[in-house]
C-alpha cells in the first residue's frame, strides 16, 4: 500500500494528455472494445458514420461531427446495446481525380497520356499511400468505430451493391437516358446536379441590348446579364397579358450581331414588371428558357462549349473563352449602337461546389434517376414520424425540397467512380444494362458494343451506405441486425445531398427507412461568425487543438456548445473551458484517491447504510441520483450542452466547491467518519467517471484505472460486485430515485447561500479569507430560522465564523455589511475589522483613477479619425473595456454607499 501511496502523491498536479491518449486508444482498439457482433440477447444499435472523402483531412466540422455521434455510441454500448458504429471513406470522384490530376501535372502528364486503365490505377495507389489520413486523425479524436469493418464506397461489396441498384431502377423504369440541359462544370468537364452548385452573390452587369423589329425602325430592349449567350437566342418572349406588347407578338426581330431572324412569342414564364418586359430565350443555355424552348418547339442552338469556349455556332466568336467573347461582343453591340444602358447588378451566380469555377447550363445527353416515384413513399414515411429531425425544424426543409425535386443528373465525365454499366451497340443502337459486364448486345448478339465512359454521381453510391456496408444485397446477419440505423447525426448542408437520398433509397430496396432519427448540428464559424474556409484562412485545425488541449477538451468543448441545432462560433480559447475541467477533474480525483490510500488501513467495514449517513453524503447522493437522472434524459433528446454543462457543474460545484470542501475535516480528523466519506467518495467519483466517459473518454478511462487499485468494489454495500476492469465496457448507472431528496437539497441551498453571502461581503470589503467572523442572520420565516440553525455547524466551518446569530427580522447592527437574499439578510459588523475612512478613502482614490480610464475610453470611441482607422478587433476591445470600467465604477460606488450607510 505504501508503494501505492508513493504513486497516487506523485501524480502530476496538471493533466498530461501525452501518452495517455495513445496509451489507451491502442488499448481499447488492440482488444476490440469497438467491435460488434449480431447478438440476439442483446438490443441493437447502429450509426454509420457520414464517410469522409477519401481525400480530406480532418476539419472543425468533423471533429464536431464525430464527437457528437462517439458520445452516442459510447453511452449505449455502457447502456447495454450491441453497439455498431460503422465507419469508412468516400471515394469522392470529382476531388480524388482533381489531386492525382495535378499530381500528374507536375510529370507534365495528362490523364489522357496514361489512358483510363492506368490513370485508375493510380489513382488506387494514391488512396492507398494517403488516403488513411483522415482515419488516422479521426482515432486522434477517440472515436470508438467498430475499424474491424471499415468500408470504402469503391470497395468489391458497395460496387456490386451500386451496380444492383442501378439496373434495379433501370429495369423499374426510374433510370433514363435524356437529352436535356444541365449544370456543367468546364473546369471539371462534368455534369452536376443541381445541389452540387453553390449559388454566391456576384457583383456583375446588367446590359440592356437593342432587337430590331423587322421591317420596322423600332427595337424591343431586353436586359440580361449574360451577353454573350444571345448568340444562341432563338426568340424573345412577353407576358400574354402585357397590353405594351401585343402588336408585336409574331413578328421577328434580327439577333444583334450575327443578324439572324427569331421570333417573338408569349408565355407566362415573364415577369412583367422586371426590366422592360420583354426577355430573351436561349434554350440551350438557360434552365427556364429550355422549359420554354420545349413549350415552343425552338431550336436549341448551343453557342458555349464544354471546355467554356464558344462553339462554331457563336460566328467569329467562336473559340474564344466565352468570359473574353463577353468583353468584345459588349464592345461590338455599344459601336452599332444597340447597346442601351448598362447598369450594376448583384446577382446570384453558380459555382462548381468542388472547384469554384462557375457554372453553365449545357445541352447534353446524361443518365437521370427520376425522383418522383421515389420521393412520394419518403414523404409518406416522415409524415407518419417514422423518420423524427431534431431540431423539428429541419423536416419541412427536407420535405419541401422532396415535395418540389427534380429528377437527378446521374451521370459524371470523369474516369474515378464508379462506372456505368451501361453498353451501346454499335450495330442497332440497343443500349444493354447489366450487373456482369456485356460481351454481346442484348438484342442483336453482335459483339460490337462500347460501355458507356462515365461514372456514377458520388452521392449515388453514398445514398445507399446504411445498407449496403452490411453486406446488401445479401441477406447477410448483419444487415438483419443492424439494419435499419438509428441516428444520421449530420449537418444541415447536406440534407438535399445526402439524407433524402438514403431515405429514398432505405424504402425503395429494403422496405423501411435506413434510420429513425435524424441529428442535425449547427456549423461550425470563426469567433467572428463568418463559415471557416481556405480563402478566409479562419481554419483551426483539430490536431493543433489536440496537441494543444488534449483529445478530451476538444471534445468536452465541442459538446459544452452544442445547443440545438445553433451555429458555433468558435476560436482556439474557446478550448481553455475543456482544458480547465479536465484539470479540475484530474485534481479532484487525486484529491479523492489520497484519501482513499489514507483511509485503506481502516476500512469502512459492512453495509453503509443510506440513512446513517451524514447530511452532506446524503446530499451528494441525492445530487448524484438528480445528475444521473437529467444526463440520461440530455442523451435521449441530443441535447448535448445540457449533458456536458450538467456534468461539469456537478463535478466542478457540487463535488469540488462543496462536499470535498466539507469532507475535508473529517478526512483530517480520521476515524470512521473519515472511512465512511471515503466510501461515499469513491462510490460517487465511479458513478461520475461512467457519466463523463462518452463526452471525455481518456482522462475518465485513466482515472477509472487508478480507482481500481485502491477501490475494486465501489458500492455502498461490503459485498459490492468488483466493478469492470475496463471503463468503456462498464454499466451506465442506473439514478437511484431512492436517494433524491428534495427537501434535503433545499437545506443545503440555504446553506450554502448564507455562506457565498458571507464570502462575497469578505471579498468586497478585503476581509482575510481565514479571519473569523461575527455575524447575525435575519432569517424571512420560522422554516428558515429552523433549517439555519439545523445547519449552523456547516455555515460556521464553511464560513470560518466564531459567533452565528440566526432570528426572524433581526434588526441591522450598527457599521455593519450586509448582503439581502431572498430568504435571508446577512449582517457583518465591520467595527473592530478594518478602519472604516481609510477604506473609504481608498476606494475614493481607486474610483478617481477608474472614472478617468473611463472618460479616455469614451473619448476614444467618439473619434472618428479613430473609428475609422483601427481593426475591428482593436476598436471592439475598446469597447469590452469601456464596458468593464463601467461596471468596476458600478462597484466601487455601491461599496462606498454601504461603507457611507
Given at each position: 500500500m505504501k508503494e501505492l501511496e508513493k504513486f497516487i502523491e506523485g501524480l502530476p498536479k496538471q493533466y498530461n494528455s501525452a501518452g495517455i491518449e495513445e496509451k489507451w486508444y491502442q488499448h481499447w482498439d488492440s482488444e476490440g472494445l469497438f467491435h460488434a457482433e449480431p447478438n440476439s440477447g442483446k438490443k441493437p444499435y447502429t450509426i454509420v458514420i457520414p464517410p469522409p472523402n477519401v481525400t480530406g483531412l480532418l476539419h472543425m466540422g468533423h471533429a464536431l461531427n464525430n464527437t457528437l455521434?462517439?458520445?452516442l455510441i459510447r453511452f449505449h454500448r455502457m447502456a447495454g446495446n450491441e453497439t455498431l458504429w460503422m465507419p469508412g471513406t468516400d471515394h469522392a470522384g470529382i476531388a480524388t481525380q482533381n489531386v492525382v490530376e495535378k499530381q500528374l501535372a507536375k510529370e507534365d502528364l495528362q490523364r489522357e497520356d496514361l489512358g483510363r486503365e492506368k490513370f485508375i490505377e493510380r489513382v488506387w495507389e494514391w488512396k492507398q499511400e494517403y488516403g488513411g489520413s483522415i482515419v488516422t486523425q479521426l482515432r486522434r479524436l477517440g472515436v470508438s468505430c467498430d475499424w474491424e469493418r471499415e468500408r470504402f464506397t469503391m470497395d468489391e461489396g458497395l460496387s456490386r451493391a451500386v451496380r444492383e441498384v442501378f439496373v434495379r431502377l433501370y429495369n423499374d423504369g426510374l433510370i433514363y437516358r435524356g437529352r436535356r440541359l444541365i449544370n456543367w462544370c468546364p473546369r471539371c468537364h462534368s455534369a452536376l446536379a443541381d445541389d452540387e452548385v453553390e449559388h454566391q452573390e456576384v457583383g456583375g452587369s446588367l446590359w440592356h441590348i437593342a432587337y430590331p423589329i423587322k421591317g420596322t425602325r423600332q427595337n424591343l430592349i431586353v436586359a440580361t446579364t449574360r451577353p454573350e449567350t444571345l448568340l444562341g437566342d432563338t426568340a424573345l418572349a412577353v407576358h400574354p397579358e402585357d397590353k405594351r406588347y401585343e402588336k408585336f407578338v409574331g413578328q421577328c426581330v434580327l439577333l444583334p450581331v450575327l443578324g439572324r431572324k427569331i421570333p417573338i412569342i408569349t408565355d407566362e414564364m415573364v415577369d412583367m414588371e422586371f426590366g422592360t418586359g420583354v426577355v430573351k430565350v436561349t434554350p440551350a443555355h438557360d434552365?427556364?428558357?429550355?422549359?420554354?424552348?420545349?413549350?415552343?418547339e425552338l431550336e436549341q442552338v448551343v453557342v458555349i462549349g464544354p471546355d467554356g469556349t464558344m462553339t462554331e455556332e457563336a460566328g467569329k466568336y467562336a473559340g474564344l473563352d466565352r468570359f473574353r467573347c463577353r468583353e468584345l461582343l459588349v464592345e461590338e453591340l455599344e459601336e452599332k449602337g444597340q447597346l442601351e444602358k448598362t447598369e450594376e447588378h448583384l446577382h446570384a451566380v453558380g459555382h462548381c461546389y468542388r472547384c469554384d469555377s462557375i457554372v453553365e447550363p449545357y445541352l447534353s445527353e446524361q443518365w437521370f434517376v427520376r425522383m418522383k416515384p421515389l420521393a412520394k413513399q419518403a414523404i409518406e414515411a416522415t409524415r407518419k414520424g417514422e423518420v423524427e429531425f431534431h431540431p423539428q425544424r429541419w423536416e419541412k426543409v427536407y420535405l419541401s425540397w422532396l415535395e418540389n425535386v427534380r429528377d437527378w443528373c446521374i451521370s459524371r465525365q470523369i474516369w474515378w467512380g464508379h462506372q456505368l454499366p451501361v453498353w451501346y451497340c454499335e450495330d442497332c443502337g440497343e443500349i444493354t444494362v447489366s450487373m456482369a459486364d456485356a460481351t454481346k448486345c442484348s438484342k442483336c448478339s453482335s459483339k460490337n458494343i462500347q460501355r458507356d465512359p462515365d461514372v456514377l454521381d458520388t452521392w449515388f453510391s453514398s445514398a445507399l451506405w446504411p445498407f449496403s456496408t452490411l453486406g446488401w444485397p445479401e441477406e447477410t446477419e448483419e444487415l438483419k441486425y443492424f439494419y435499419p440505423t438509428n441516428v444520421l447525426v449530420t449537418d444541415r448542408g447536406i440534407i438535399y445531398f445526402w439524407v433524402a437520398?438514403?431515405?429514398?433509397?432505405?424504402?425503395?430496396?429494403?422496405?423501411?427507412a435506413p434510420f429513425s432519427d435524424v441529428y442535425i448540428h449547427g456549423t461550425v464559424l470563426d469567433d467572428e461568425g463568418r463559415k471557416m474556409s481556405k480563402s478566409l484562412g479562419n481554419g483551426i485545425d483539430p490536431i493543433d487543438m489536440i496537441e494543444q488541449y488534449g483529445a478530451d477538451a476538444v471534445r468536452f468543448t465541442l459538446a459544452a456548445l452544442t445547443t440545438e441545432g445553433q451555429d458555433i462560433r468558435l476560436s482556439p480559447t474557446r478550448f481553455e473551458m475543456g482544458r480547465n475541467f479536465i484539470?479540475?477533474?484530474?485534481?479532484?480525483?487525486?484529491?479523492?484517491?489520497?484519501?482513499?490510500?489514507?483511509?485503506?488501513?481502516?476500512?469502512?467495514?459492512?453495509?453503509?447504510?443510506?440513512?446513517?449517513?451524514?447530511?452532506?453524503?446524503?446530499?451528494?447522493?441525492?445530487?448524484?441520483?438528480?445528475?444521473?437522472?437529467t444526463a440520461r434524459q440530455a442523451l435521449d433528446n441530443y441535447r448535448y450542452s445540457d449533458l456536458a454543462m450538467g456534468l461539469r457543474d456537478f463535478a466542478w460545484h457540487d463535488i469540488c466547491d462543496w462536499y470535498l470542501e466539507i469532507t475535508k475535516a473529517r478526512f483530517r480528523d480520521g476515524g470512521e467518519s473519515a472511512a465512511v466519506a471515503a466510501r461515499v467518495?469513491?462510490?460517487?467519483?465511479?458513478?461520475?467517471?461512467?457519466?463523463?466517459?462518452?463526452?471525455?473518454?481518456?482522462?475518465?478511462?485513466?482515472?477509472?484505472?487508478?480507482?481500481?487499485?485502491?477501490?475494486?468494489?465501489?458500492?455502498?454495500?461490503?459485498?459490492?460486485?468488483?466493478?469492470?476492469?475496463?471503463l468503456i465496457r462498464a454499466p451506465w448507472p442506473q439514478a437511484q430515485e431512492e436517494w433524491r431528496d428534495q427537501k434535503l437539497e433545499e437545506e443545503m441551498n440555504l446553506a450554502q447561500e448564507a455562506i457565498r453571502a458571507i464570502r462575497n461581503v469578505r471579498s468586497k470589503f478585503n476581509l482575510a479569507a481565514r479571519k473569523p467572523l461575527a455575524i447575525s442572520v435575519s432569517a424571512r420565516d420560522e422554516e428558515v430560522e429552523q433549517i439555519l440553525k439545523h445547519q449552523v455547524g456547516l455555515i460556521a466551518r464553511?464560513?470560518?465564523?466564531?459567533?452565528?446569530?440566526?432570528?426572524?427580522?433581526?434588526?441591522?447592527?450598527?457599521?455593519?455589511?450586509?448582503?439581502?437574499?431572498?430568504?435571508?439578510?446577512?449582517?457583518?459588523?465591520?467595527?473592530?475589522?478594518?478602519?472604516?475612512?481609510?477604506?473609504?478613502?481608498?476606494?475614493?482614490?481607486?474610483l478617481q483613477k477608474k472614472e478617468e480610464f473611463l472618460r479616455r475610453s469614451a473619448t476614444k470611441l467618439k473619434n472618428e479619425e479613430f473609428l475609422s482607422k483601427a481593426k475591428p478587433e482593436i476598436i471592439e476591445r475598446e469597447r469590452a473595456l469601456k464596458e468593464d470600467l463601467e461596471a468596476q465604477i458600478e462597484k466601487f460606488q455601491t461599496l462606498l454607499e454601504s461603507l457611507e450607510s
Open positions: 455521434q462517439d458520445i434552365p427556364n428558357d429550355y422549359e420554354c424552348g420545349l413549350r415552343h437520398r438514403m431515405v429514398m433509397m432505405g424504402y425503395y430496396f429494403c422496405g423501411e484539470n479540475k477533474l484530474w485534481n479532484a480525483s487525486r484529491f479523492v484517491l489520497m484519501n482513499l490510500v489514507a483511509t485503506a488501513p481502516n476500512p469502512c467495514a459492512g453495509d453503509v447504510e443510506y440513512e446513517e449517513l451524514e447530511f452532506e453524503d446524503r446530499w451528494i447522493l441525492s445530487r448524484l441520483a438528480a445528475t444521473s437522472a467518495l469513491a462510490y460517487v467519483l465511479d458513478t461520475m467517471l461512467r457519466l463523463l466517459h462518452p463526452v471525455i473518454p481518456y482522462i475518465t478511462e485513466e482515472i477509472w484505472g487508478l480507482l481500481a487499485k485502491l477501490a475494486p468494489q465501489r458500492g455502498l454495500k461490503a459485498q459490492s460486485e468488483d466493478a469492470p476492469p475496463d464553511l464560513a470560518v465564523l466564531e459567533e452565528l446569530e440566526i432570528a426572524v427580522a433581526l434588526p441591522k447592527p450598527a457599521q455593519a455589511a450586509s448582503e439581502i437574499l431572498d430568504a435571508m439578510s446577512i449582517y457583518v459588523p465591520l467595527s473592530g475589522l478594518m478602519d472604516v475612512e481609510l477604506e473609504k478613502n481608498r476606494l475614493e482614490k481607486d
